[in-house]
């Protein structure tokens, strides 16, 4: 009797499509220790204009993106020392380390939308934007100290700035999360400073200034105390536990722009 082959079902066929993109995705699971896999592993990911270093780490002039293609992987490939440009990580549903990234970037870095729970093995230094939003932070320990560009820490679940830069030359965000407090903020914030959808019963630990708007709108604030003392844009402080006034603002800070109470 002629056997008939059975019909595969979503189920079976679902696994064989997981299987084969777990196979292809098997060349770049181990990690590379020789000059010729790294080479192999830079190629695959199109990074061009690196120096392999006697430690085996790579320094790249120009930018590294590795924007969802960590997915399977769970992790930076590859060690990176110096990246003269951009290195973005983001959109990796697996990536819960930054083991891998490098010491040193010219440009932005980005880390955003991904499972991190700490930022340990961060860059130490970043010239432009550092981007870690949208992660599982509880805590900013192993951040760079200072920021060129923007720092962005928002949608995570922070419940202390404990790490954050001391000096950020463009903004600041760190809503959507869960503090109490601002202490650990940076001193000194070239942009804006949002700090808003907390749950902040205090602003102790506020930058003293602020270049542009700050905004600590949806807190518990029954005060302004420890506002920054000059604000460069405007001043938001509505939506919170006390309903504030102007004058309770221009009380504790200078405003170059409006206030929004």
Request: proline share 5%; with cysteine; hydrophobic share 30%.
């Amino acid at each position: 009797m002629k056997q008939i082959t059975p019909i595969p079902t979503y189920e079976s066929f679902k696994k064989n499509v997981q299987e084969m993109a777990f196979v292809k995705q098997a060349p770049f699971m181990e990690v590379p220790d020789t000059k010729e896999s790294i080479e192999q592993s830079l190629k695959d990911f199109g990074i061009k204009n690196y120096t392999i270093n006697d430690d085996l780490s790579v320094d790249v002039d120009g930018d590294v993106n590795l924007d969802g293609e960590l997915k399977e992987i769970g992790r930076i490939p590859l060690k990176f020392g110096k990246v003269s440009g951009d290195f973005y990580c983001s959109d990796n549903n697996k990536l819960t380390t930054l083991e891998g990234a490098p010491k040193e970037v010219g440009g932005s870095f980005r880390c955003d939308y991904n499972k991190l729970t700490t930022l340990e093995f961060a860059p130490k230094s970043v010239g432009g934007n550092f981007v870690c939003d949208g992660n599982k932070l509880t805590t900013l320990e192993g951040a760079p100290k200072e920021v060129g560009g923007s720092f962005r820490c928002d949608y995570n679940k922070l419940t202390t700035l404990e790490g954050a830069p001391k000096s950020v030359g463009g903004n600041f965000w760190c809503d959507y999360n869960k503090l109490t407090s601002l202490e650990f903020s940076p001193k000194t914030v070239g942009g804006n400073f949002w700090c808003d959808y907390n749950k902040l019963t205090t602003l102790e630990g506020a930058p003293k200034s602020v270049g542009a708007d700050f905004v600590c709108d949806y807190n518990k604030l029954t005060s302004l105390e420890f506002a920054p003392k000059t604000v460069g844009g405007n001043f938001n402080c509505h939506r919170n536990t006390s309903r504030f006034t102007a004058d309770d603002v221009k009380a504790v800070s200078k405003v170059s722009g409006k206030i929004h109470v």
